[in-house]
């Protein structure tokens, strides 16, 4: 897009503004470059009301406003610089340079516009608008962060009473286990219940025990023992004797009356109840 004509006119003249009212201020303030710095300081001023002006930055008519305040005030300097000068050509050209670069430049800046771009209501909505989609997405991630920080949090709670669940497991396995192994080790170590053999005067004759010789029954016991031994034995003493070596009363009582066929079998059958409830309680007492 090529310029105006009018652009560079505009351009010259602020150019040759800049310089007069430079050196007209310096001169003014006879401070050397403290007096120069208050001149640059306008020249800056109104150089950037300018370009706020074309860009339509902040209200419709701040930046006009504020670039004819700024020129008055240098103008008003140029004059006083003129007076004290006494140079009533310096008094009204000064200004002059000024005032005629500023209206310059008030048809300039239109002439730089675009013709079709938007106008400041226009661009108002679009950055309205713009805002609004801005501000829903913000707030979209911000809910949704908040939504990842509670459910990461709801994690480490649920991993939490995991952790203490399987610890709580853990104990009570590993008590459990103890119990079983103490309870071994108490079996292990409980005496072993020793059946009572009677006393006999023919124990002697008795063969030893072997893998390949089993234990005599009751009936096979030679005759000369069983007619002496049986005589002097209580029923009560030789039902506990073969309550050790059986494991039915039935039996038990059989073995008895063959040894004792005087006695009455109630009474042998009586006698093995109450030793078979007697070594049955002491095994319940050792273990």
């Known amino acids: 897009m090529s310029r105006p004509r009018v ?4 351009v010259a003249l602020a150019g040759l503004s ?3 009212s430079a050196y007209a201020i310096t001169d003014l303030m006879k401070s050397g470059p403290f007096g120069l710095s208050v001149a640059l300081a306008g020249d800056i001023g109104w150089l950037t009301v300018l370009w706020a002006q074309y860009r339509r930055i902040g209200p419709r008519f701040a930046a ?3 670039g004819w305040i700024i020129a008055l005030g240098v103008g008003v300097l140029l004059v006083i610089h003129g007076v004290q000068a006494n140079s009533t050509a310096q008094a009204v050209a000064g200004p002059f340079v000024v005032l005629v670069g500023k209206i310059v430049w008030e048809f300039a800046l239109p002439a730089l516009r675009d013709p079709a771009a938007l106008t400041p209501e226009q661009q108002a909505e679009i950055n309205s608008v713009i805002r609004d989609s801005e501000h829903a997405a913000r707030l979209h991630d911000a809910h949704r962060d908040r939504a990842e920080r509670e459910a990461q949090a709801a994690i480490e709670r649920i991993q939490q009473q995991a952790r203490i669940t399987a610890a709580r497991d853990r104990a009570d396995f590993e008590i459990t286990l103890e119990r079983l192994e103490m309870r071994a080790e108490i ?4 005496p072993m219940l020793i059946a009572p053999i ?3 005067d023919h124990d002697s004759e008795q063969p030893a025990i072997t893998p390949s ?10 005759t000369e023992h069983t007619s002496t031994s049986t005589n002097t034995t209580s029923i009560a003493d030789l039902a506990r004797d073969h309550v050790a070596i059986t494991t039915e009363n039935a039996d038990a009582v059989r073995a008895i009356c063959a040894l004792r066929p005087d006695e009455k079998r109630e009474s042998v ?5 109450r030793a ?9 007492g050792y273990g």
């Open 276 to 284: 078979r409830r007697n070594a049955d309680g002491m095994k319940g």
């Open 7 to 10: 652009f560079y006119g505009a």
């Open 198 to 200: 009677a006393n006999t």
């Open 269 to 273: 059958a009586a006698a093995v109840r």
């Open 187 to 190: 079996d292990r170590r409980s």
């Open 64 to 66: 006009p406003a504020a």
């Open 18 to 20: 800049l310089i007069w």
């Open 213 to 222: 010789t089993p234990p005599l029954a009751p009936n096979a016991l030679p």
